[in-house]
């Protein structure tokens, strides 16, 4: 049940969203809008491109490549504002229970708070709890770095493995591959998250158990996928030294929300970094699940990483909407969503480094923002959270972007690029960039049949390279991916996420739709182990090929 605050906070703009103003508004604005070209946007307002930009803690956002007009951002804000996100804000930063359906709060914005402020959760202020688990990750990783942690035969942790699944993986996976540069080439980190067990099999090849430690991350602790793939490298462990028992307090740590099922998996609960029920597993990454990220990189990258996550934090609580990043981010998602029937979201980072970024979003956007009720549990009536999905460029160029500039869907895009490289190396990045600038370019104004033709196209061919244009993109320009820029796009999404959920009506913290499955196959594993032959009672498809597996497997 919601609190009394939130509750106040909330029902007055739970009326239908279609029925607010703003939005009746955007029905009638949209009709004169979608058929109006960038061209044509472009070439009546000369600084557009300089005008339609925001910037906040060095993260530039140009939107003017959307097809929008001031006045369809003017009722975009509107309706934010009639959907009560302010409000929603407060809530949120205040600690209230906004996630109605577990009842807790999110406080994701507390993980990377500074010493000193104070955030009540229930009359509590949690900030001393986050920093004291902070300085004992720490210490934690500072042992691991220098070599003063040992495992159980005496020798040097080499090999640091995360055994997690959906936010206590993609975050890890995501920052350690992000941070890269950063980290400490002598300790090789690995990730292990399928229940698949080659992804087990192939994250151990090769590595000595003496010299590797496995931190296993989950909230619950009672994830099947974590737990199995922990019990298989708890296995693996004493099966390489000598079967010694004493050996998993040197070898296996535990990030989780629940002390009992650690300790009974058998770590030492001094070994356990905790956090709390008001961080949901996808919002996690700057919590303790992100000590493999503070092994590789250091405290003081991690740190600097949860700084940048604060500067947009407050960027977002502070800043008029109108030049709010991650409010116009959302706001144009949902222009495109709802408005123009756009199914998916493209993202696009030209960074290297950046390669497990859009799988990371995919969890965050799609677990949050999934849904098909309303915070009152009303079935909605618009389109909610789009698909999301990317590749790094330039690669996706010579891959699917053909279907972004001629296919027959639209597919807003967000290029994130950055001014300087990482690894400079003679003209790369320039080309890079090149290439970014390009395909913006490309997408928004096309190449009309003129002039095709007036290249000396065939009349028969010319259909075949017309480009129509009109394909909105944004571009976020940062000066170089550091730990603090990465917290800060990681939070510009988060933000963004939230904002949509809000004008949706929907509960952007809980993930329900991951329930049925998990519940199915644990009812289905019985009847593929079972020695006699099992009784099954599902629908004649599942039964049969139950039936087949059973047949065909060894
Ligand atoms: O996929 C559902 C989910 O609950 C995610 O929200 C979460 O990130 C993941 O499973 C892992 O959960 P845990 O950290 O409890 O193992």
Request: hydrophobic content about 40%.
């Amino acid at each position: 049940m919601a609190t009394h605050s939130t509750a106040e906070a909330t029902s007055k703009h739970l009326e239908t969203l279609k029925k607010r103003k703003a939005w009746r508004a955007l029905q009638a604005h949209y009709k004169g809008v979608r058929s109006v070209h960038l061209r044509t946007l472009f070439a009546g307002d000369p600084k557009r491109g300089e005008r339609m930009t925001a910037e906040a803690a060095g993260i530039f956002l140009d939107y003017s490549k959307n097809r929008v007009t001031d006045e369809t951002i003017k009722l975009l804000v509107q309706l934010a504002e009639e959907s009560g996100l302010r409000p929603r804000m407060e809530a949120m930063f205040g600690g209230e229970k906004i996630n109605v359906t577990e009842n807790r709060a999110v406080l994701h914005v507390a993980l990377r708070a500074p010493k000193g402020a104070s955030i009540l959760v229930d009359g509590e202020n949690v900030v001393p709890q986050v920093h004291a688990v902070l300085d004992r990750m720490e210490d934690f990783s500072k042992r691991i770095r220098t070599g003063e942690w040992k495992g159980h035969t005496g020798k040097r942790i080499r090999n640091v493995i995360n055994i997690g699944i959906g936010g206590s993986d993609l975050g890890p996976v995501m920052a350690y591959e992000a941070l890269k540069h950063y980290s400490d080439r002598g300790l090789n980190l690995r990730f292990v998250s399928n229940v698949d067990g080659t992804d087990f099999a192939e994250a151990v090849e090769g590595l000595d158990p003496s010299e590797t430690l496995f931190i296993v991350s989950s909230k619950t602790f009672t994830t099947l996928e974590t737990m199995t793939n922990a019990h298989a490298a708890r296995a693996w462990l004493l099966a390489g030294l000598g079967g010694d028992e004493k050996s998993i307090a040197r070898h296996f740590v535990a990030v989780s929300t629940n002390a009992a099922e650690v300790a009974k998996f058998g770590i030492d609960t001094a070994n356990m970094f905790g956090f709390w029920d008001w961080v949901g597993g996808r919002y996690s990454m700057d919590s303790a699940i992100g000590l493999s990220t503070m092994a590789a990189v250091g405290a003081e990258n991690f740190r600097a990483m949860l700084d940048g996550f604060h500067q947009m934090d407050e960027h977002f609580r502070a800043t008029p909407f109108e030049r709010n990043l991650p409010v116009l981010m959302g706001l144009l998602g949902v222009w495109y969503s709802d408005f123009f029937g756009a199914e998916t979201v493209a993202v696009l980072p030209y960074e290297q480094y950046l390669k497990r970024f859009p799988a990371y979003l995919q969890q965050l956007t799609m677990e949050s923002n999934g849904k098909h009720v309303t915070l009152e549990g009303a079935e909605v009536s618009y389109a909610t959270g789009p698909i999301y999905w990317g590749e790094p460029g330039t690669n996706g160029q010579h891959s699917f972007y053909q279907l972004i500039h001629q296919g027959t869907r639209l597919i807003p895009c967000d290029f994130i690029a950055f001014a300087k490289p990482l690894k400079p190396l003679g003209r790369h990045h320039d080309m890079l960039m090149a290439n970014v600038f390009a395909q913006t370019e490309a997408l928004a104004f096309g190449k009309t049949s003129e002039q095709v033709k007036a290249e000396g196209t065939p009349e028969w061919l010319a259909p075949h390279r017309v480009f129509e244009g009109n394909r909105p993109s944004n571009t976020i320009l940062a000066d170089r991916l550091t730990p603090e820029v990465l917290g800060k796009l990681v939070a510009l999404y988060e933000h963004s996420v939230f904002t949509q959920g809000v004008i949706w009506q929907i509960n952007s913290f809980d993930q329900w739709g991951v329930e049925l499955g998990k519940v199915l196959a644990q009812r289905i594993v019985p009847e593929l182990e079972s020695a006699a032959e099992p009784a099954l009672s599902h629908d004649s498809s599942t039964n049969s090929l139950i039936r087949r597996y059973r047949n065909l497997k060894e």
